[in-house]
Structure formats: C-alpha cells, structure tokens
C-alpha cells in the first residue's frame, strides 16, 4: 500500500492506493489525474463525472471530490460501492435505472430530475460510462433546448465516449436524437467555466486584438493590442 494525491475538481486529496490493483497502480506519491481513476468530466456543463465500474478503492479516493453519486444501475451493482461512499459521509447517492438503448420516460425524467436537484459535483455511474453521457445529454437538451444539430456537434466538441469513441452505442445515438423536440432552435453551447473570447478590429492599423476572460472572476487579457 502506499500513499498518492488525486487532482481534479476540489483540492488533492492523499488516499491509500493499492499497488496490486490495475486500475489503481501508480507509484509513490504520484499524483493521480482523474482520468487513471476511469473518470471524465466534460467542460460541458463542467461539474459532472461520468465513469463506468470501478473498484472499492477508487471509490473511496473519489467520494471526497464529489457531493452526489448516481448510479444508472441497480443496487447491487458490483461496481457500485454505495457503503463507500456513505462511510466517506457522503449524503447524496441515488439509484436510478437508465437501461439501453431505449430507457422510458419515467426513468429519464428520474435521471433528468437527480441532474437538476442533486448538489454538485456530482459523478454519473454506469457498467461502461456510455449510458451516463447519454443522460447527461438528455439532460443539457432539455434544460437548454438544443436541436440535433447543436446536439451532436456538442458531443463532438466535448469528445463523449459514447458518441465519439464507442463502437456499440449506434441504438443509444439514435435513441438521443429521436428526444430532441420538433422544430428546436440551434442552442450554443455555453461552458461552466465563464469562458468570454471576443475579437476586435482596428482599422487603422488593419490589426486584430482578442479578449479571453472569465465571467466569473471578471479577469480578462488581451491579446496581440493595438498600442
């Protein structure tokens, strides 16, 4: 056993990792991004973890990173762990079956519904970590009203697992799409992180200037000004 520092949405946290364990093998104090943990976390809307099965160790080393755990299993799920994450104090788990590749409406509106009321961060769990990117694009089309064509480009810009790099997904792709509403009106997306970029143009000098900014903090730079 030795000790490592996991980084990602709150600050590093020292956890035990077993160096026996495949998914957890690292070395020393090696600082574990969340990736090697089997844990995605798309810049859309930024504060939700996506992953598939995990061990009880992982678990353990993420449950202090995020406030709510769903699992779009059932409870017995073996990559679940809920005693994990209640013993690290987490108060926030909840089952909600999301079969594939065509839930019903009640368990969406229960998916959709957790997405909305639950505190965040909040990890998404399924077996492979494609029916939860599903959800969670369900669940910005109704919140924001993307039409298919904001939608799929969308999932293309955040890189989904199960719409760019899953092979076996096509029926959950297609079932996604069939949701958007008739007739929606392109939405653009918008990222958790505040992100402003604007380009300015002086004619004088036939020169252009940018702006990249944050919302949030009000702290911007400009690139390449006019002096």
């Known amino acids: ?30 600082l574990v991004p969340l990736e090697q943990l089997g844990v995605e976390v798309p810049a859309v809307p930024g504060d939700v973890g996506l992953c598939g099965q995990l061990s009880a160790e992982s678990v353990r080393a993420l449950s202090g990173r995020f406030k709510s755990w769903i699992n779009l299993n059932s409870e017995d799920d073996t990559g679940f762990h809920p005693e994990e994450l209640k013993r690290a104090g987490m108060k926030h788990v909840a089952v ?24 965040r961060p909040l990890m998404l769990q399924c077996t492979s970590g494609n029916r939860v990117g599903a959800l969670l694009m369900c669940w910005l089309m109704r919140k924001y009203g993307y039409s298919a064509e904001s939608l799929q480009q969308l999932a293309k810009d955040i890189d989904l697992r199960f719409w760019t790099r899953c092979t076996k997904c096509g029926p959950m792709r297609e079932w996604l799409l069939k949701q958007v509403p008739a007739g929606a009106i392109p939405a653009v997306p918008k990222a958790a992180t505040g992100l402003v970029f ?12 940018y702006v990249l900014g944050c919302s949030e903090t009000k702290e ?8």
């Open 1 to 30: 056993m030795g000790c490592a520092q996991v980084s990602g949405l709150s600050d590093p946290l020292e956890v035990k990792v077993d160096a026996s364990s495949a998914q957890d093998a690292v070395s020393g104090s090696a």
């Open 96 to 119: 909600r079956p999301f079969p594939a590749p065509a839930p019903t409406e009640e368990q969406v509106a229960a998916g959709c519904e957790a997405l909305d009321t639950l505190p």
């Open 198 to 209: 604007t380009q300015l143009f002086d004619e004088e000098s036939c020169t252009f200037t």
């Open 220 to 227: 911007a730079v400009l690139i390449d000004p006019v002096l």
